[in-house]
């Protein structure tokens, strides 16, 4: 037998968001960093979307984010621009030397 899951319950972002007091929508770009093996996964349900979603571990692998970027609040609006810049269309190149 391989091993075993042993979380048997997790915390909505808009939980959490309350239970740390913090802004959801801020909370969902800091946490986007995380991953599975981080504790932050997705609760999907029929015909829906899903939420994002967290275990005990992944509340705690939060704060830990929550103080980095409170520290550094240009974090997320750099991810942003980087962003920007990959879903940018590129354009031909220009024919100069």
Known sequence: M??????????????????LGEDEEWLFEVAEEMDPEDGQLWVVGVGEDGVMAFTDDGIENLKELIAIHKEDPSIIEKRRQVLAAM???????????
């Open 2 to 19: 391989g091993p075993v899951n042993k979380v048997s319950y997790v915390f909505t972002l808009g939980h959490v968001a309350e239970m």
């Open 87 to 97: 879903m940018k269309p590129k354009t031909e190149k220009s024919d100069e030397v």
